[in-house]
């Protein structure tokens, strides 16, 4: 079995930052991917950041300059630090798994957080 584990969501001014971090566990041999999602109330589900296991990342146009993905001391961990927020980007944030191939078999798969909340208001 696979879980990520996000934290890191909070209350915060425009302008200000916050980290989430989403650490993935269990039964894991590889993860091609890993990054994260965000969906505001009313709106689809949209990519944020990930990067893929040699390192290439990929930045939405609304985050670039503003939001930096990079992986964790620990294995399998991605930090997103966010600086500059904006009330647009109030969501829910979703840590994704992409291309997990599990040390107890079966093909590769997808995972998802639980989610955590980002809300930005004065």
């Known amino acids: 079995q696979v879980q990520l584990v996000e934290s890191g969501g909070d209350l915060v001014q425009p302008g200000g930052s916050l980290r989430l971090s989403c650490a993935a566990s269990?039964?894991?041999?590889?993860?091609?991917?890993m990054g994260w999602y965000r969906q505001a109330p009313g709106k689809q589900r949209e990519l944020v950041a990930t990067?893929?296991?040699?390192?290439?990342?990929n930045y939405s146009e609304s985050v670039k300059g503003r939001f930096t993905l990079f992986r964790g001391n620990a294995k399998n961990t991605v930090l997103l630090q966010m600086n500059n927020l904006q009330r647009e980007d109030t969501a829910v944030y979703y840590c994704?798994?992409?291309?997990?191939?599990?040390?107890?078999?079966?093909?590769?798969?997808?995972?998802w957080g639980p989610g955590t909340q980002v809300t930005v208001s004065s």
């Open positions: 994704n798994a992409q291309g997990v191939l599990s040390t107890s078999g079966g093909g590769r798969r997808a995972y």
């Open positions: 269990g039964s894991i041999f590889s993860i091609n991917a």
């Open positions: 990067i893929t296991s040699n390192g290439r990342i």
